[in-house]
């Protein structure tokens, strides 16, 4: 059975002009009793019984930026099973030989580093304030310890080229990850992106984008397998699959979100009302829900249409995969997404529910 943990780490230098995830630039001085409460949260978890955990992911906020081996007390908690997938966030100017092996040495065998551009001027137009030789040098690193990796990239940003993101897509390509996310920029309600239009994302550029991505990333030997996703073979992120395919998950730190049994929960946001209630020895929740039999069917759909192995034939009305004739395919028994269908999978993803 898979069980993963997610472990979220709040903290952050800089934060970048499209983000919306629940970090803070002025709470690291709460890193000690921050990682003590997510050991006493993992501890108490454990004690009530989990099963053995097959993909750990430390998100954030820059995981990097805590203490290795403060962060790697709190992994320790974790009853691993054998061949268990560990990555942890990265920004890649955090990125050196001692952090690396002192991550090898704790058990990581994976990092995802946070590179969005290989281009300064696309890095400054997204808030971005790392320097693309930085991600080259954490690269030299990873090889030199055996830390297999993703690349993190972002796509859209006003006024990137074409030829811009051909030349991050290229540079990605030369430092030889064993996986690389490519992500369209998206506007969230709140970030300093949404308050200036002019530099909203244009869909049909894109749509190049991703078409671009498509093509050299294959090239490469990088197998496309979700939406915005392509490994080398083997190297897929197990850890994500899980939550593709509502696989059960345990949540610790403030935002975390978990899934157990049909029930969906997320921990408080705050670090502080996080610390508060596990020091306290209460809940760290914040609120749950449960789907019922029909919203579970669509939402598998949903998910599952995004992958390489899209969704059994038998639940598709044969009458919508006449409508999205060109988006989607039969192959065998499983309706998949066509390279076309990729570009407006949301749309899809709707219609088939």
Known sequence: MAFGVYLHIPFCRHRCDYCAFATWTDRHHLEDRYL??????LATSVEAGIP???????????????????LLAVLAEIPLAPGAEVTVEANPDDVGDALVEAYAAGGVNRLSMGVQSMVPEVLA???????????????????????????????????????QWRTTLEAAIAL?????????????????????????????????????ATELLGAAGYEWYEISNWARPGHECRHNQLYWSEGEY???????????????????????????????????????????????????????????????????????????DGFVERRADRVVLTERGRLLANEVAIRLG
């Open 125 to 163: 137009t997204l808030g971005r304030t790392h320097r693309p030789e930085n991600v080259s040098r954490a690269a030299a690193a990873l090889h030199r310890v055996g830390i297999p990796f993703n690349l993190d990239l972002l796509y859209g940003a006003a006024g990137e080229t074409l030829a």
């Open 250 to 324: 345990l949540a610790i730190g403030c935002a975390a979100h978990g899934h157990r049994d049909g029930r969906r929960h997320w921990n408080h946001r705050t670090p502080e009302r996080y610390l508060r209630a596990v020091e306290s020895g209460a809940s760290p929740e914040s609120g749950s829900e449960v789907l019922d039999p029909a919203e579970r069917r669509v939402e598998a759909l949903q998910l599952a249409i995004r992958t390489r192995d899209g969704v059994d034939a038998g639940e598709v009305d044969p009458s919508v995969l006449d409508e999205l």
């Open 176 to 212: 030889d990850p064993a996986h690389v996310s490519a992500y369209a920029l998206t506007v969230e309600a709140g970030t300093p992106l949404a308050a200036d239009p002019a530099r909203h994302p244009d869909d049909d550029t894109q749509a190049d984008e991703y078409e671009l």
């Open 36 to 41: 003590d409460a997510c050991r006493r949260h």
């Open 52 to 70: 053995e955990v097959t993909s750990v992911f430390v998100g954030g906020g820059t995981p990097t930026l805590v203490s290795p081996q403060k």
